[in-house]
């Protein structure tokens, strides 16, 4: 922490819509000033708009090393060696699909989005982490506890940042860098319309085999993901998720894992305590009462 009353300088990533932009005006709110990583133009207008001063959007694609290296130059160049207090690294997008049929360029871009990408970022902003006594949060998922079928590449990625998170903690020891992951389970936010999207693209480049194999669990998917109330219609609001990324920020003891939502705890439980077979039968159950019936 610096030596004013302001908690610091955090920088967020994928600040221009759902969790990122409630986290980036919350952190504001809490008192950071808070570099938010946008891509577009007019999203980096929008978040100013709602910003009361304390918010700077700054361009950054984090599968683009050019993009996060001069992202490193803007935020350096305005903390004035000082350093930053936070790094959130929370953009994301979710690749869903059948795993046999899956394109090897999406799951590539799935894991070079939400797993190469914060470590692109994460080791750009190291140095500056470690000027300024900051802490990393990475945006996990209960789905990297409980992976869900459909999901398969998604909650690898979220995996993979549990081990991240797990393992860089202890490297960054002798820093005293405190290293947390937030898993949250299902937040109303456009990744949802973005996975429905997406869904029926990849349906449509499946190839006749794919229908032929599990045509009635394609098309059921589909007709929940076409339904998104009734995934959101148990939503966690997006500020508990804020609330936790301000605890893991500030707090004298920041947990390693934070899990957001009731059912993120209950997905919680049953993975760590249940017996296996227990596991999927009730994944399954979940999924038949969003719709999947007896599909799947
Ligand atoms: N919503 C949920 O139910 C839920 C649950 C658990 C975990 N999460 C995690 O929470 C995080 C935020 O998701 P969300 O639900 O808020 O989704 P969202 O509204 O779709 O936001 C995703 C953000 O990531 C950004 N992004 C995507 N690719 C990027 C790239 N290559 N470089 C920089 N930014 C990029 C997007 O920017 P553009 O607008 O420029 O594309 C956007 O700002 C993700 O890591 C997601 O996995 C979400």
């Known amino acids: 922490m610096d030596k004013s009353n302001s908690p610091g300088t955090v920088l967020i990533t994928g600040s221009s819509t759902g969790i990122g932009k409630v986290c980036a005006l919350h952190l504001e709110r809490a008192g950071f000033r808070v570099f938010a990583g946008v891509r577009k133009e007019t999203d980096a207008m929008a978040l100013e708009k709602e910003s009361s001063g304390g918010l700077i959007p700054v361009y950054m694609d984090i599968t683009d090393g050019k993009s996060v290296r001069s992202a490193v130059k803007v935020v350096s160049a305005s903390t004035g060696g000082s350093g930053i207090q936070g790094l959130v690294n929370n953009a994301g997008i979710s690749v869903g699909g059948l795993f046999e049929f899956l394109a090897i360029g999406d799951i590539r871009r799935q894991l070079e989005v939400n797993v190469i990408g914060h470590a692109r970022v994460t080791q750009a902003f190291l140095p500056m982490i470690r000027q300024g006594s900051g802490r990393i949060v990475f945006m996990g998922s209960i789905t990297g506890i409980m992976p869900q079928p459909f999901l398969s590449v998604y909650s690898a990625s979220k995996a993979a940042l549990e081990a991240i998170t797990d393992s860089l903690r202890l490297e960054l020891r002798?820093?005293?860098?405190?290293?947390?992951?937030?898993?949250?389970?299902?937040?109303?936010?456009?990744?949802?319309?973005?996975?429905?999207?997406?869904?029926?693209?990849?349906?449509?480049?499946?190839?006749?085999?794919?229908?032929?194999?599990?045509?009635?669990?394609?098309?059921?998917?589909?007709?929940?993901?076409?339904?998104?109330?009734?995934?959101?219609?148990?939503?966690?609001?997006?500020?508990?998720?804020?609330?936790?990324?301000?605890?893991?920020?500030?707090?004298?003891?920041?947990?390693?894992?934070?899990?957001?939502?009731?059912?993120?705890?209950?997905?919680?439980?049953?993975?760590?305590?249940?017996?296996?077979?227990?596991r999927d039968w009730i994944i399954m159950f979940l999924w038949r009462r969003l719709g999947l019936k007896d599909e799947v």
């Open 174 to 278: 002798p820093w005293n860098v405190p290293v947390s992951i937030i898993e949250p389970s299902i937040i109303k936010t456009p990744i949802w319309d973005k996975a429905r999207d997406a869904a029926h693209r990849t349906v449509e480049n499946f190839p006749r085999s794919a229908h032929e194999l599990y045509g009635p669990a394609i098309r059921a998917v589909l007709n929940v993901l076409d339904h998104p109330g009734r995934i959101t219609r148990v939503a966690t609001p997006a500020d508990k998720v804020a609330k936790a990324v301000v605890h893991a920020l500030t707090s004298d003891r920041p947990r390693y894992h934070y899990i957001v939502g009731w059912d993120a705890k209950l997905s919680y439980v049953i993975a760590k305590f249940a017996p296996e077979r227990m």
